[in-house]
């Protein structure tokens, strides 16, 4: 790991002395033993801040949308992946980020995890890992083997947690809207208060906002405040847009997102009669 982080201060330095970009957008050392914090670097000198543990958790993709100067990102599987999805929905512009692949600094990975390598990169560190191996979705199907009551349960109880502080949506690298549903009042969508309705109608929401779109990063569990484990929601969303589309969100530059496109002659099983004439 040594020999990523020197090769990562190296190039991040050669992009800002050379003037290919104005910033680079990584981790340093945080303020917690093992907790690396984003970072934004300007200066050339200041790259001996970079490090790339265990602790580099957040997906840096996040942090581009509104970033105005040309900068550089260090990403690996998942943060890649989410600026594959940005590029794809014109979130972000490709002669303005340099992107610095290194393969996922996670000994363990997250539960889930296919893809521990960038997917897409201009320079790429210390060559490229493999797949971690085929997602079952073992999570979801033991889930779906509960009766409802459970699964009602388990979603009440998780929801009721929820203080309404947004951590979730700030996090994510999908939710970039710049005006979130939730904050709109004419019409209000959905009610601000933390009662049961309200904040299931939140999660669900959010969860359909973002199927075919996430790219299972736990970004949104890591930074809740009150631990409310709706992971197995969204991995549900994955495995059903898997099974029908048979896609993979940011996977591929030239994806097409199912749920973002529309052909005429798509199956409406949902209407009646089945979408037939």
Not at 12 to 20: C, D, K, M, P, S
Request: aromatic residues 8%.
């Amino acid at each position: 790991m040594d020999k990523i982080i020197l090769e990562i201060r190296d190039k991040a330095q050669e992009l800002l002395e050379t003037g290919q970009v104005e910033v680079v957008i990584g981790f340093t050392a945080g303020t917690l033993p093992g907790k690396s914090t984003p970072c934004f670097i300007t200066r050339g000198e200041d790259c001996e801040l970079l490090v790339w543990d265990e602790g580099c958790k957040n997906n840096l993709a996040n942090y581009l949308v509104k970033e105005k100067r040309k900068a550089a990102i260090i990403v690996k599987g998942c943060d890649s992946r989410s600026l594959v999805n940005l590029l794809t929905e014109n979130q972000l512009s490709r002669d303005r980020v340099v992107i610095l692949g290194a393969p996922c600094p996670l000994t363990e990975g997250c539960e889930g995890c296919q893809i521990k390598s960038p997917v897409i990169y201009d320079y790429l560190v210390s060559g490229k890992a493999g797949k971690t191996g085929e997602d079952d979705f073992h999570d979801v199907k033991t889930f779906a083997r509960l009766s409802p009551q459970e699964r009602k349960e388990y979603f009440y109880k998780e929801v009721s947690k929820c203080i309404r502080c947004y951590a979730c949506r700030n996090a994510c690298p999908a939710c970039y809207c710049r005006e979130c549903f939730v904050e709109n009042n004419l019409p209000q969508w959905v009610g601000k208060s933390t009662q049961l309705a309200d904040n299931l109608i939140f999660h669900l929401t959010r969860a359909l906002h973002v199927a075919g779109r996430c790219v299972d990063c736990g970004a949104c569990q890591r930074a809740c405040p009150m631990g409310v484990d709706l992971r197995i929601l969204n991995r549900k969303m994955l495995l059903e847009v898997k099974e029908l589309y048979q896609f993979e969100a940011g996977l591929k530059e030239e994806q097409e997102l199912p749920l973002n496109t529309y052909d005429p002659g798509d199956p409406e099983p949902f209407l009646a009669g089945g979408g037939e004439a």
